[in-house]
């Protein structure tokens, strides 16, 4: 019986019920908001955009030295050149992936003496067996399952770009932090130190007043006791700042005991991000989009599990020359050849493809529910930010209320205190009142450029005003 025509239908009847990918019903994603809790900004849906620049958003700081430490943090970070290189890795297996979906060519030579039966075939007395080809074959994609492995290899590879994106704002924010924080410090160890200075300067009047007699010998050491209070907060700073600079050696990608940074003034600019942000925005967040295509690479396989309980269909052929004969191996007459079509289906596996489905399918819920956290984490991100350095605003204007009265009332009591009008006591509350206000204050102006470099972040890097 002739099965080739026969079978040649069964297979393209099959090639009709092609392996159709399950469908993510928008019901499983948050549906994005009309507009910020904390702002008048609108959202809308768009494409992500995961290779697209970031911009330098830094320079908004006007902080040459920031400049030079985040364009350094992005070639020489070691967190960076992992995810560089695994990207490369994610871009040779879509060419290894595409690479299956192309004709397989080889060529080879071989030779061979052999007597008796070979392979079920006899072959006589003994002799030599020469040949020279080339072999072709060809998979015939009819249900999806190359193409379904190569666009889930193609989306990994968009998911790599956008966690290197990712990766690199992440470490340009840290930067920012870090190198903002330290400059923080900066300033409030010379607040502390200039303290420390205004009280030994107490101490050395305390002391003459009490060898003239004017005062116990208490307040002397209530006076010391401020003194070397005061230097001990000093030192603590001191600790940080080291901790500070060495965790920005290790972001920049050098060794702590080699790297140094200067005390300077801080000087960085505060920008002002409105907060009515264009809704495409959170779409360029790279992480999101890396969420988003490791979804639609998830959804992909579930096509090539599925792919398993049809036909592979495979071209195969071959050409070249055999000879017993060496010297006769190219000739016209010891040419010879081969063309054929393989078609092989499992019968029973165990439930080793359903298995395979079942699988494919469970990643397929997992990520779902991944990018629907990671848009919730994005939404809460930004909304978070917004409300940060909203009410940091109005704690920096309260906070500068407070330093103004501390700094008043210091001033009154340090002069009642020279003519006698009140105690040491009164003294030394207004000026702790005094250093803890300003000490204050540094610390919500450094949690307002924290909060911005984090919205920053959370916008998906740079910006644009309408």
């Known amino acids: 019986m002739n099965w080739g025509p026969s ?8 090639a009709g019920c092609a392996t159709s990918l399950p469908k993510i019903e928008p019901e499983r994603l948050p549906q994005p908001p009309a507009a910020f809790k904390e702002g008048d900004g609108r959202w809308t849906q768009a494409a992500p955009a995961e290779a697209q620049p970031r911009g330098e958003w830094w ?16 070639e020489s970070n070691t967190s960076v050149q992992v995810s560089a290189a695994r990207l490369a890795q994610s871009r040779a297996l879509v060419r290894a992936a595409n690479a299956e979906r192309a004709p397989q060519v080889g060529v080879g030579a071989s030779a061979a003496r052999a007597q008796g039966i070979v392979g079920g075939t006899v072959v006589g007395p003994a002799r030599n067996i020469f040949a020279a080809g080339a072999d072709f074959s060809y998979e015939v994609d009819l249900f999806g399952r190359l193409s379904h492995a190569s666009n889930a290899a193609a989306l990994d590879a968009q998911a790599s770009e956008a966690l290197l994106q990712s990766t690199r704002l992440l470490v340009q924010a840290q930067v920012a932090q870090t190198y903002l924080a330290l400059r923080a410090l900066d300033d409030e160890r010379a607040l502390v130190r200039s303290t420390v200075v205004a009280y030994r300067e107490t101490l050395a009047l305390t002391e003459r007043r009490w060898r003239a007699g004017d005062v116990a010998e208490l307040d002397v050491a209530r006076a010391n006791t401020e003194v070397a209070s005061t230097e001990s907060d000093a030192l603590a700073l001191d600790r940080q700042r080291a901790e500070l600079e060495h965790a920005l050696a290790v972001l920049v990608g050098e060794v ?64 070249g020359y055999a000879s017993t004969d060496i010297s006769d191996l190219f000739e016209w007459s010891s ?18 493809r359903k298995a395979g489905v079942e699988f494919a399918g469970g990643d397929l819920d997992a990520t779902v529910a991944s990018y629907r956290e990671q848009i919730l984490a994005a939404f809460k991100d930004v909304e978070d930010q917004l409300s940060a350095l909203r009410l940091l605003a109005d704690q920096a204007e309260a906070q500068g209320r407070a330093v103004q009265s501390s700094s008043r009332s210091t001033a009154l009591s340090d002069s009642r205190y020279r003519n006698g009008y009140v105690s040491q006591l009164d003294l030394l509350d207004a000026q702790r009142s005094e250093l803890r206000n300003r000490r204050q204050a540094l610390q919500v102006r450094s949690a307002q450029y924290q909060a911005t470099v984090a919205l920053v972040r959370a916008l998906g890097g740079g910006w644009e005003v309408n």
């Open 256 to 319: 702590p005991s080699s790297f140094s940074l200067p005390v300077a003034q801080w000087s960085s600019a505060l920008p002002i991000i409105p907060a009515g942000m264009p809704g495409t925005l959170l779409t360029r967040r790279p992480d999101v989009s890396a969420a988003q295509r490791t979804m639609l690479a998830a959804q992909s396989r579930v096509g090539v599990a599925k792919s398993a309980y049809y036909p592979r269909v495979t071209l195969t052929g071959s050409a």
């Open 335 to 352: 040419r010879a050849w081969l063309l054929g079509a393989i078609a092989s289906m499992p019968l029973f596996d165990g439930g080793r």
């Open 7 to 14: 079978l040649f239908f069964v297979v393209l009847l099959l």
């Open 59 to 74: 320079k908004a700081f006007s902080d040459p030295t920031l400049d030079a430490l985040v364009e350094r943090a992005t």
